[in-house]
């Protein structure tokens, strides 16, 4: 469900935004003039997946706000919950990261039946998951523009003082961040049954070759371009970074594993959808033809276009930015990509849990087989 208007001025108590949202809108009305000396004039549905994600208007000269309010796979262990990530966000105000600010924890339930923060409300638009940038950022210059703002601001947030974090984000090492990852992957399959022997093998790879020796740093823990605002016109800037809800302490080459998992580089290796496409083909056909065009295009298809670097230029200048080394650079992006099949395993289980139907099992196996490439030496950096 996407920029859907609710009513803010009718009589009912709740009011159902066309799908599964019921607001009690007098309430958090009510809820925002105590808390803020401001009157709710408008409510828009901007998301409804992992997150319910609403745009508030007011007769406040600092709105717009944005309302977050978790959906789904806050308990899971890679997860932090609410009451946490908005405390991270306090602590980034008093750092040059560009994050929205937190305005308002809400704990009463009553309005959505969870935990929901106010925060405010950024210029940009961030680039999902195998899309390309907007036409107006279609140049050479701009997409290298794209590739150095993001390293800039990823080590911007890895050279951020990490102690006032301590009391608020978790402190992982990269083996405890498989362990968890592994740990979630059981409890999953055990509801999906979804078994997938790929991942049990570069799972175990992953904890023999977790690294020992590692600095300690802030991580955002889902940098990609689709949790970055990017604002301007033929040249880009990062207004915000979005999605604090992985944040931790730990190894920050956990992010940039992340990033380059993202990116494209001229005659890149593809895994084959030969097994994948014999399996799912009649089932599934919607979501293999997503999978074919990514396996050609990549999850970032900007980054093979004329004027964005290579990923060995992305380590460089992350190199550069922060005096960091990346070394065991094979771990890092096996870890991401299957970091990435655990949430799309979990994603899986939550539309079976529900009875809904599920596209999700070649997605899963699809990136099981990258993160098998990965480690094998067939997807070098």
Not at 154 to 171: M, N, R, S, T
Not at 293 to 315: C, H, I, M, Y
Not at 364 to 375: C, H
Request: hydrophobic share 40%; glycine share 8%.
């Amino acid at each position: 469900m996407n920029d859907s208007d609710v009513n803010v001025d009718g009589d009912e108590d709740d009011v159902d935004t066309g799908g599964d949202v019921d607001i009690d809108v007098d309430r958090l009305k009510s809820v925002l003039a105590a808390e803020l000396g401001t009157s709710m004039t408008g409510l828009k549905v901007v998301d409804d997946g992992l997150n319910l994600i609403l745009e508030v208007s007011t007769d406040d000269a600092s709105g717009p706000y944005v309302l977050r309010k978790p959906n789904k796979l806050r308990d899971a262990s890679y997860m932090n919950d609410l009451r946490r990530e908005y405390a991270v966000m306090e602590r980034l105000r008093e750092t040059a990261i560009p994050a929205p600010a937190p305005i308002l924890y809400g704990d009463d339930e009553s309005i959505f039946g969870d935990p929901f923060y106010l925060m405010t409300a950024l210029e940009g638009e961030p680039i999902p998951l195998g899309e390309d940038l907007p036409e107006r950022f279609r140049t050479p210059q701009s997409r290298e523009r794209v590739a150095a703002r993001l390293v800039e601001t990823l080590a911007d947030v890895h050279v951020v003082d990490p102690e006032p974090f301590a009391d608020v984000c978790h402190c992982l090492t990269p083996r405890a961040r498989v362990d968890r990852a592994v740990e979630r992957l059981e409890e999953t399959v055990q509801v999906t049954g979804h078994e997938v022997p790929t991942l049990r093998s570069v799972a175990g790879w992953l904890q023999e070759h977790a690294p020992t020796e590692t600095r300690t740093t802030l991580v955002h823990g889902d940098f990609r371009p689709g949790n970055v605002l990017f604002a301007g016109t033929d040249r880009p800037e990062i207004t915000g970074v979005l999605d604090w809800e992985t944040a931790a302490l730990g190894d920050p080459l956990i992010d940039l594993g992340y990033l380059l998992l993202r990116w494209r580089d001229a005659n890149d290796w593809r895994p084959s959808l030969e097994a994948l496409e014999a399996r799912h083909g009649y089932e599934h056909e919607g979501a293999l033809q997503q999978l074919r065009e990514q396996n050609e295009r990549g999850l970032s298809p900007f980054t093979a276009k004329p004027g964005s670097p290579s990923r060995w230029d992305l380590v460089a200048r992350y190199e550069a930015a922060t005096g960091f080394t990346l070394e065991h650079e094979r771990f890092y992006r096996a870890l991401a990509a299957f970091s990435l099949a655990v949430v799309w395993e979990d994603l899986h289980r939550d539309r079976l849990e529900v009875g809904d139907a599920s596209d999700w099992e070649p997605y899963v196996e699809y990136a099981s087989l990258m993160a098998d490439g990965i480690v094998g030496g067939e997807f070098p950096l």
